[in-house]
């Protein structure tokens, strides 16, 4: 008789455990966490603690070769394991150093591990995958003339990535990314280790300080000019531009201090490691707060018809979002009014700062179209889901101007000692987590003294516009 070697044995036994799991389970089927307007998207039963995500990139045309690495843990019995991901094709996938069958299922990656995995346990996947740049239309990476930069909000992460694609599971990330020489790579965060040259490729290491949603992800690839400078009270700045419009740009750059000053009076302490613009050769349609890293595309500092003051608004929008947004993340995207509100106001009092268009006449107009943008695009903490085809038809203008508008009518009515109270402890006390629209007014009514829960339910989930307290002379919205 032979005998099978131990190790051999093992991986029998594995396999034929994997079989027999297989075997007994029903077809797999796309999972989610059940999210008014993304219903399918992230997943049940685990909490992702980190992802270490591996890019080697060729040109912005050909997938790219990439191993994604998610700790996590298990939040009950687990038979399979849903992960968010398309537009990739996988080679292989663990879970806790084993084999693990791999399907796909709608938009999910589901996977088989040998053995199930019991309530409150470590997991460990590894998933070796590629990552596709090409269909750009739908979100994830975005091909610049030199290279790649993300676009990962609100749905489109798991394009790139396996991962639990939604906002209400934040974890650390680990970024490795390797390109041909003549390349910068930059990423979320700070540098983990120095830069790596193997012949003529360079590795790139990034770890975040802080946890980050899916949806704020950033790997930019390109003839890039990384330029550093230093913030309030000491904070690392670092800019990523196209080397070629290095100087040119600088005039913008060097504004990023005051901005981040002006917003630290306001509301604090700035939350994250460090910051920067990232300014891309692409065309977007969008500028997009990736955290630590908001990407901007080039033509909005050289195009025609930008005057400066509304060029240092939009800074000043993107930038409010690492408060309101990125620190303090929302817990379903029925929330996004809480970033896309606060990020209007601040760029709205920017604005009015600069003398250029008062804040008071943007809320009366905005006010004038509230019931156009409802009716439109529904209220705005309920806002109607993207029609099919369209992955940022839920950035409609009643999560802009029409919830800035709630954030004047709550100063309106609270006065603006209370209110700038509500500002500060709002992303105090949410800091690196997530929060929703009920936190937001149980917060507020605390700051006012009294219950605004049958002050703010209009605001926030009428199809009309209530009247605007203080202004009894905007009278009502226009109707339609």
Not at 66 to 84: K, Q, W
């Amino acid at each position: 008789m032979q005998l099978t070697p131990p190790r051999l044995r093992a991986a029998l036994l594995a396999a034929a455990s994997l079989t027999l799991v297989a075997a007994v389970l029903p077809p797999p089927t796309p999972l989610g966490l059940g999210d008014r307007l993304f219903p399918e998207l992230g997943n049940p039963g685990y909490d992702v603690l980190s992802y270490d995500l591996s890019f080697t990139y060729k040109d912005n045309r050909t997938p790219l070769d990439a191993v994604t690495v998610i700790a996590a843990r298990s939040l009950e019995p687990l038979e399979r394991i849903n992960l968010d991901f398309t537009h990739g094709t996988v080679a292989s996938a663990e879970v806790n150093g084993e084999p693990a069958r791999f399907e796909s299922a709608g938009e999910d990656l589901v996977l088989t591990p040998a053995r199930a995995v019991a309530s409150g346990a470590p997991l460990h996947i590894t998933v070796r995958h590629t990552s596709d740049p090409r269909g750009a239309a739908d979100g994830g990476w975005v091909p610049t003339e030199d290279g790649l930069a993300m676009a990962n909000q609100a749905d489109a992460a798991h394009r790139v990535f396996p991962g639990n694609d939604h906002p209400s599971d934040k974890a650390f990330f680990t970024f490795r990314i390797t390109a041909p020489e003549g390349l910068t790579a930059v990423a979320n965060g700070v540098p983990a280790a120095p830069a790596l040259r193997r012949g003529a490729a360079t590795t790139w290491t990034y770890r975040t300080v802080h946890p980050m949603a899916t949806e704020l992800a950033q790997v930019s690839i390109g003839h890039s000019a990384v330029v550093h400078r230093t913030g309030p009270h000491g904070l690392p700045l670092r800019d990523v531009v196209p080397a070629a419009d290095r100087e040119r740009l600088e005039p913008w750059l060097k504004k990023t201090p005051g901005h981040v000053a002006w917003m630290e009076e306001r509301v604090g302490r700035y939350p994250f490691e460090n910051y920067g613009v990232l300014i891309a050769r692409a065309k977007t349609g969008f500028e997009l707060e990736t955290q630590t890293l908001s990407l901007f595309e080039n033509a909005l500092f050289s195009g025609p018809g930008y005057p400066e003051w509304y060029v240092e608004s939009v800074m000043v929008h993107e930038l409010a979002h690492q408060w309101f947004g990125d620190s303090v993340t929302p817990r379903t995207w029925s929330d996004l009014w809480l970033n896309e509100g606060h990020a209007t106001w601040y760029e709205a009092l920017y604005a009015d700062g600069l003398g250029k268009y008062s804040l008071e006449r943007r809320m009366r107009e905005a006010y004038q179209r509230s019931d156009q943008w409802r009716a439109a695009g529904g209220p705005p903490a309920a806002p109607k889901p993207a029609p099919p085809g369209e992955k940022v038809g839920l950035f409609r203008p009643v999560v802009y101007d029409g919830s800035a508008l709630i954030l004047y009518a709550l100063r309106q009515e609270i006065g603006v000692q209370a209110f700038d109270r509500v500002e500060r402890r709002w992303v105090a006390e949410h800091r690196d987590a997530t929060a929703g629209t009920a936190d937001f007014v149980r917060l507020a009514s605390q700051e006012a003294g009294r219950d605004l829960g049958a002050f703010l339910e209009p605001w926030l989930y009428g199809t009309t516009t209530p009247a605007m307290p203080g202004h009894p002379e905007w009278g009502g919205p226009k109707r339609v």
